[in-house]
């Protein structure tokens, strides 16, 4: 009993498991930092005179939001062409087919738009984001811009994280939109709707929470996925294959942190009411 | 020297270690307004990082850093830019911001620090380029210029708002010998004009000669010798004649055996199997 107690202590000391430990924590004091350091520079800094810009915002809300709409859409409308089917399969044995609308409808304002659509930003805007400040880092850039006396919070990630925190609740809208009009295709096309009879369903199922609530959630989506894209990329180290290594990290880390938040965040909203 | 006036950089006892390798050992100078200081030294022996140290973006392992009067190691980040926008810096790489172009590049201390307006700014970044002999490249994107190009544009970025303190870290490397004199004109011009004070690292003796006022010559991390060019030129220390000098043979250490071990495994000729076999071994 002793002997397997202390075989397990060890095993928790073992130099792996505190590297990993180690590298953990430093992930998660370099995102705490950031993220304060975020703060300061968009709520408290502009009152000391020291202001963002606003045309990089705008340059970055193309680099990460209009740029990814044309994925995002594709994307939708799949989803909301497979959520009609699969409701309509099931639905179908009750003669329910006139909840098809609704349950395309619901699902996607509350879960599947946020999160699908946060999936395919954080692949693509979140990944490209990482990767250029990588870059950056580990071609002294940020240290020149440091020298300058630019800070690089106030000038890389202010406008990278306020592009994506409209961007990425725009994007949901938008893709919201597509996936319900994937759902009609289905309904006018392979069930009996005709298209009145499908949007007054649609409309008349949602209320404005369900709205409201996948907002909610995409914009907390937003903050998780460009801090800690960010975050990696600003503590590159290592070259090329750091900046590669950091990439993969970004987007790993941001889907579970979106994943878990999107759980928890459901569960507030809908269970714990 | 005037050595009435507060030093504008004061390094006392400066060490950092790099894990357990000493890369600074004990390193203390001063420089004075309107100094040039020539750093020399072979590669890799910590020359650019004394400069990071001056410039703030590395903390010593112990020791201290003064620049203009101010303790720059402990310093707090809001204080450190306050200090480092009275000085310009020049990397060893260049470091331009590649998403930028050249003129943007030089431009942007310009926009970030002063409130002039976009008119101003424009002949301001243009006349900083000639000072480089870049003219009318202000359009292109850094990796469509060449890398002695790079510097030039690094040089004029650190110029651009008149600094009364320059660190350049090899500004005439990969420069061709017209364009090296043009640098060091423009430096001498600076330092003799506008009482700038410049603290440059450099390998290219004849360069070195003909700007600084004093150097320092680092080796194994400390200071082997400093002095005045003509002290240096004239110094008994055998690693510096062999440094000035350029000679293979003398008393730098310069771990060649190795190297040389390396070398001819690779010019030894390979059956043609056997790197193909490498090849795919290297391939994942
Ligand atoms: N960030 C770092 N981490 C570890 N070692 C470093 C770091 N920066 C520099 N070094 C080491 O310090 C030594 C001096 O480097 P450097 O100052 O770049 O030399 P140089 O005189 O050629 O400019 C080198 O051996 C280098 O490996
Ligand atoms: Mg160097």
């Known amino acids: 009993m002793v002997i397997l107690l202390a075989a397990k202590l060890s095993a928790f000391f073992d130099p792996r498991v505190l590297s990993f430990c180690a590298s953990a924590y430093r992930i998660l004091k370099n995102y705490l930092q950031l993220n304060i350091s975020l703060l300061y520079w968009i709520l408290i800094a502009p009152f000391t005179g020291q202001f963002f810009k606003i045309s990089p915002v705008f340059r970055q809300m193309v680099f990460i939001g209009v740029r990814a709409a044309p994925m995002v859409a594709l994307t939708a409308f799949s989803v909301g062409v497979t959520l009609a089917m699969q409701a309509a399969h099931s639905l179908q044995q009750l003669g329910a087919e006139i909840y098809v609308p609704d349950l395309v409808m619901v699902t996607l304002l509350r879960e599947m738009g946020p999160v699908l659509i946060a999936v395919i930003v954080i692949g693509r805007s979140g990944s490209a984001v990482a990767a250029e400040l990588g870059t950056m880092k580990v071609s002294e850039e940020i240290e020149a811009l440091e020298v300058m006396a630019i800070n690089p919070v106030q000038y890389l990630v202010v406008p990278r994280f306020l592009a994506m925190l409209v961007m990425l609740p725009a994007l949901t809208i938008f893709g919201n939109y597509i996936g319900v009009f994937g759902g009609w295709a289905v309904c006018t096309f392979a069930l009996d709707f005709n298209t009145a009879g499908y949007v007054l369903r649609a409309l008349q199922s949602a209320d404005t929470w369900d709205l409201y609530s996948g907002m909610i959630k995409s914009a907390v989506f937003a903050w998780i996925v460009i801090t800690i894209a960010c975050n990696a990329g600003l503590h590159v180290e290592g070259g090329a294959e750091g900046v590669g290594q950091a990439t993969t990290a970004s987007v790993v880390q941001a889907l579970l942190a979106m994943l878990v938040t999107n759980a928890v965040l459901t569960g507030i909203f809908f269970f714990a009411v | ?284």
């Open chain 2, 1 to 284: 020297m005037n050595s009435n006036e507060a030093p504008i950089i004061e390094v006392v006892d400066l060490v950092r270690k790099f894990g357990d390798r000493t890369v600074l050992n004990d390193i203390s100078f001063n420089v004075h307004r309107g100094e040039t200081l020539v750093i020399m030294g072979g590669s890799g022996c910590g020359k650019s990082t004394l400069l990071r140290h001056m410039i703030g973006s590395m903390k010593p392992t112990s020791g201290s850093v003064k620049i203009f009067g101010e303790e720059i190691a402990t310093m707090k980040e809001r204080e450190i830019g306050r200090v480092r926008q009275r000085f310009g810096m020049l990397f060893q790489s260049g470091a331009l911001l590649a998403s930028l172009t050249v003129g943007e590049n030089v431009a942007l201390p310009l926009f970030q620090h002063t409130e002039r307006s976009a008119d101003e700014i424009e002949e301001i970044v243009k006349q900083k380029l000639q000072m480089v002999g870049l003219t009318g490249f202000e359009d292109l994107k850094p990796d469509e210029i060449s890398g002695g190009m790079k510097k030039r544009v690094g040089l004029a970025r650190a110029l651009a708002l008149d600094p009364e303190l320059l660190f350049s870290d090899e500004p005439t490397s990969g420069l061709d010998p017209i364009m090296t004199a043009v640098v060091d004109q423009l430096t001498l011009k600076l330092a003799h004009g506008s009482h700038m004070t410049a603290v440059v690292v450099s390998h290219d003796m004849t360069s070195a000669f003909r700007i600084a006022t004093r150097m320092i010559m680092l080796g194994h991390g400390s200071i082997v010798a400093q002095g005045t060019p003509e002290e240096i030129r004239t110094s008994t220390n055998p690693e510096v004649h062999q440094f000035i000098n350029g000679e293979a043979d003398g008393p730098i250490p310069l771990n060649l055996s190795q190297d040389e071990h390396e070398h001819h495994q690779h010019v030894k000729p390979r059956p043609f199997v056997s790197a193909r076999f490498r090849f795919h071994h290297k391939t994942p």
